[in-house]
């Protein structure tokens, strides 16, 4: 028998160098798609006025959106058939025996209500009140109206208002 030559192990196939060279370009085209992408993004914010974002091309703005204040009108149940609640019971997290219908179609009615408090019309609060009291409310309630000046984040982390003042508590049967 001849003698065996030994093979050398660290030789690359056959068209491995072509490998790894298309795998370079293919790096070097996904680096530029996404370069290029970031650019787009960014520039269509400012290139076209008034117009935030072009799609596909995203600023991620998002969050520069939200706005530092907002404002909300709502009801505390405080009594229902003479039984008092404690604590008050937001509105939109009663229990179906005191609050009937739709909660969030409710919830435009009380904002409604809440702005023509605040505008002093008295013929279209009692219509309000009248709309609220008749279609959602069970029994005799007694409810209080309430606005709320906040800061989303800091209502979301510590469940503080920068205002909350009460606009009047009322009662289901009061009403004419």
């Known amino acids: 028998m001849g003698a065996v030559t030994p093979q050398p192990h660290n030789l690359a196939p056959v068209g491995g160098s072509r490998r790894r060279g298309s795998l370079r370009r293919l790096h070097r085209r996904l680096l530029l798609v996404l370069v290029v992408y970031f650019f787009a993004g960014s520039a269509s914010q400012k ?8 799609f596909p091309f995203f600023g991620w703005s998002l969050f520069s959106k939200v706005p530092v204040e907002q404002s909300t009108y709502s ?16 509105f939109l997290k009663a229990p179906d025996s005191i609050v009937a219908g739709n909660r969030f179609i409710a919830r435009k009615v009380i ?3 809440g702005r023509a408090h605040e505008k002093g019309d008295a013929a279209e609060i009692e219509r309000l009140r009248r709309l609220l009291e008749k279609n959602y409310l069970h029994g005799r309630v007694r409810y209080e109206l309430g606005f709320e000046r906040y800061d989303p ?19 289901s049967g009061d009403l004419p």
Do not use: H
């Open 153 to 171: 984040l800091t209502k979301w982390r510590r469940g503080e208002n920068l205002e909350a003042r009460s606009l009047g508590v009322f009662d």
């Open 75 to 90: 009801v505390l149940l405080e009594a229902q058939n003479g039984k008092a609640l404690e604590p008050a019971i937001p």
């Open 47 to 54: 290139l076209i006025p008034g117009v935030d974002e072009i």
């Open 111 to 113: 904002q409604k209500l």
